[in-house]
């Protein structure tokens, strides 16, 4: 079954970096566009960035850019995103997510989300 | 864009719980719902305004007129009690975008 697994969150600094995870399994991997989407404690789901099955396209919300980098290794079965610079306001759980096909921008499994917490 | 939802919905259980989402974009693009619960990551109940997932109850459905995409909860039960999120795509198919949320209470 289709499985997906963050990990990497955890209490930092503002301005501190981080690098999250995300472990895929039961799926081929490199066939799907797989993205990041936070939520902040008590809040809605934001949309964070996105990349292609082959890691050739990546997208980010417009906020984002320049701070936070999607990556993936197909070898690994494995998503990535490293955050730097790091401000109050990027606390949230943060979750991969599985996108349908090429043609459906939307998500059809998640994980179980990291909790990023940054904190003066 | 933005996407715009009623930040609450109450009904009380054995009736009809509506929820809309309202945005320019959506007279071109798809609506995909969300169901999330307390502790809980969001599980898609509604996929391309109006299909529903394999194992989404039928008591789900998704409904669109202009601009303006509608979830149903038919016979809603206390388990519906959760968040409901709409989301959908930029014109230019980049960019993802969640509505606000919508509590639903199951009184």
């Known amino acids: 079954q289709v499985q997906l697994v963050e990990s990497g969150g955890g209490l930092v600094k503002p301005g501190g970096s981080l690098r999250l995870s995300c472990a895929a399994s039961g799926f081929i991997f490199s066939d799907y566009y797989v993205s990041w989407i936070r939520q902040s404690p008590g809040k809605g789901l934001e949309w964070v960035a996105c990349?292609?099955?082959?890691?050739?396209?990546?997208s980010y919300t417009d906020s984002l850019k320049g701070r936070f980098t999607i990556s993936r290794d197909n070898a690994k079965n494995s998503l990535f995103l490293q955050m730097d610079s790091l401000r109050v306001e990027d606390t949230a759980i943060y979750y991969c997510?599985?996108?349908?096909?090429?043609?459906?921008?939307?998500?059809?499994?998640w994980g179980q989300g990291t909790l990023v917490t940054v904190f003066s | 864009f933005d996407l715009t939802q009623p930040p609450s919905v109450s009904v009380s259980p054995g009736q009809t719980a509506r929820i809309t989402c309202s945005g320019d974009a959506l007279a071109n693009q798809y609506v995909y719902w969300y169901q999330q619960k307390p502790g809980q990551a969001p599980v898609m109940v509604i996929y391309?305004?109006?299909e529903r997932p394999s194992g989404i109850s039928g008591r789900f459905s998704g409904s669109t007129s202009g601009t303006t995409v509608t979830l149903t909860i038919s016979g809603v039960q206390a388990e519906d009690e959760a968040d409901f999120y709409c989301?959908?795509?930029?014109?230019?198919?980049?960019?993802?975008?969640f509505g606000g949320g919508t509590k639903l209470t199951v009184l």
């Open positions: 997510a599985r996108e349908i096909d090429d043609y459906n921008r939307a998500f059809d499994y």
């Open positions: 391309k305004d109006n």
């Open positions: 989301q959908s795509v930029d014109s230019s198919f980049t960019y993802v975008v």
């Open positions: 990349i292609s099955g082959s890691g050739s396209t990546i």
